[in-house]
């Protein structure tokens, strides 16, 4: 039984050694023509591109949106003044 043991052991190291001694073999060759890789480039260069007008825009955006907040809080600050200013509008327009 012992031998038997040993035995089953010995096969599965032999086995997980031959598996792990074959690796994953040569890289094969590469197939791709330089049509392709010029392709490639230029859709690097265009994507490089928008990203860099993305990145602008983003910019602006938060300028603008850093602006609004400003208004926002100075506006906050001065709620009777804003309801007159809405009463003023409502008598305006016949609402009341």
Do not use: H, W
């Given at each position: 039984m012992k031998l038997r043991g040993m035995g089953v052991a010995l096969f599965s190291l032999l086995l997980a050694a031959a598996l792990l001694s074959g690796g994953c073999g040569g890289a094969q060759p590469c197939t791709t023509s330089l049509v392709k890789l010029d392709e490639t480039r230029l859709d690097v260069?265009?994507?490089?591109?928008?990203?860099?007008?993305?990145?602008?825009?983003?910019?602006?955006?938060e300028k603008k949106l850093a602006q609004k907040k400003s208004e926002i809080e100075q506006v906050k600050e001065k709620p009777e003044e804003?309801?007159?200013?809405?009463?003023?509008?409502?008598?305006?327009s016949g609402r009341e």
């Amino acid at each position: 039984m012992k031998l038997r043991g040993m035995g089953v052991a010995l096969f599965s190291l032999l086995l997980a050694a031959a598996l792990l001694s074959g690796g994953c073999g040569g890289a094969q060759p590469c197939t791709t023509s330089l049509v392709k890789l010029d392709e490639t480039r230029l859709d690097v260069e265009t994507y490089e591109q928008e990203a860099a007008e993305t990145a602008k825009d983003v910019a602006d955006l938060e300028k603008k949106l850093a602006q609004k907040k400003s208004e926002i809080e100075q506006v906050k600050e001065k709620p009777e003044e804003l309801r007159k200013k809405v009463n003023d509008l409502k008598k305006g327009s016949g609402r009341e």
